[in-house]
């Protein structure tokens, strides 16, 4: 693709997001999220290759389906209270559709079909993207929506996404679905504490982003695709092999990883809000997502291909490590430490 092609649908992305996260009218919102959704769509059809055809048409259809419930559901808050700011949101059927639509555009379970499929039809480089900036603005609408959402639909939502990004994941030997279903697990996490604590939602996230982002540039930077191919990182390059199975471990939430954190403060923000048997199956169905974890954690680092001499010293002389992963890996593995510190901020 044209450079300065590429860079208009870079600022594109920029442009929805921004406009999204300064907007507190629905109309300016919606907005925000088109330019967002036509702006990644030549990122992702530019393979030219089926799969990438088939994955852009099918997120297209889902995040027009998902516009068009939202703009509905909005219009009719506007119609029944007169109000057509996202602070002031007082029609039950509006704020349930509206929560409806944002969960279908982010990939939340039940509404979460679309994501493994797009996902796998994509690059690692516009998965990224795919997997990390667009969550943004429709998180950013839902935690200004936090007051007002129905914490028994969220903590639902959330149940289902959890039991099903650690079940789906389990048999998957392509690692975009995996990432896919661990992003579905994620979300999970991230909306059942939405309306108790948006700051402890928005620290979720955060530290999700920062995680998954590190995993993906890891991934392709050893152009890994599936749990085979990853079984030979070893062999090429172990400083790499050694950073991936750390990024996972903390993505899986194991202690004392900066992936732990988030999980560590839902649950005892649960189990202060009396919901100690929520806060037991959500710390049960991460345990479905620690396994496949360990499975690649197990493929990259344990398990040695057949090798020669020469391919175990050929990664000595290779100097491809993107300035970008050294930054992001301390943030991935060495937060934990911090947590008191952030939590105290959060309050």
Request: charged content about 5%; overall charge positive; hydrophobic content about 55%.
């Amino acid at each position: 693709m044209n450079p300065l092609t590429l860079s208009i649908f870079i600022m594109s992305l920029g442009l929805g997001t921004t406009i999204t996260f300064s907007s507190s009218h629905w109309l300016l919102a919606w907005m925000g999220l088109e330019i967002n959704t036509l702006a990644i769509t030549p990122l992702m059809i530019k393979q030219q290759h089926p799969r990438a055809v088939e994955a852009t048409t099918k997120y297209f259809l889902t995040q027009a389906a998902a516009s068009a419930l939202l703009l509905f559901a909005s219009m009719t808050n506007a119609w029944m209270t007169g109000q057509w700011s996202i602070l002031e949101m007082e029609n039950m059927t509006a704020i349930t559709l509206i929560t409806l639509a944002l969960a279908l555009k982010l990939g939340v379970a039940p509404m979460h079909f679309w994501l493994p499929e797009v996902l796998q039809g994509l690059d690692l480089k516009t998965g990224l993207i795919l997997s990390t900036w667009q969550k943004l603005a429709p998180f950013i609408i839902l935690i200004q929506m936090a007051p007002a959402l129905n914490p028994n639909i969220m903590i639902s939502l959330a149940i289902i996404s959890t039991l099903i990004g650690g079940w789906g994941g389990l048999n998957q030997t392509q690692l975009r679905k995996i990432l896919a279903y661990s992003s579905i697990a994620h979300l999970g996490w991230m909306i059942i504490i939405l309306h108790y604590s948006p700051n402890i939602a928005m620290l979720n996230l955060v530290l999700y982003l920062v995680i998954t982002s590190t995993i993906f540039l890891l991934f392709n930077l050893t152009n890994s695709t599936t749990i085979n191919s990853i079984s030979m990182t070893t062999t090429k390059n172990p400083i790499i092999s050694i950073l991936i199975m750390m990024t996972l471990l903390s993505l899986g939430g194991l202690p004392p990883l900066t992936g732990f954190m988030p999980k560590w403060l839902i649950l005892q923000e649960l189990a202060y809000q009396e919901l100690f048997l929520v806060a037991t199956i959500m710390a049960m169905t991460t345990l479905l997502s620690l396994f496949f974890y360990l499975r690649l954690t197990y493929s990259t680092t344990l398990t040695m291909t057949p090798n020669s001499m020469n391919m175990m010293s050929s990664w000595l002389t290779k100097k491809n490590l993107k300035p970008i992963i050294p930054l992001l890996f301390p943030l991935t593995t060495m937060l934990l430490p911090l947590t008191p510190m952030l939590y105290f901020s959060l309050q």
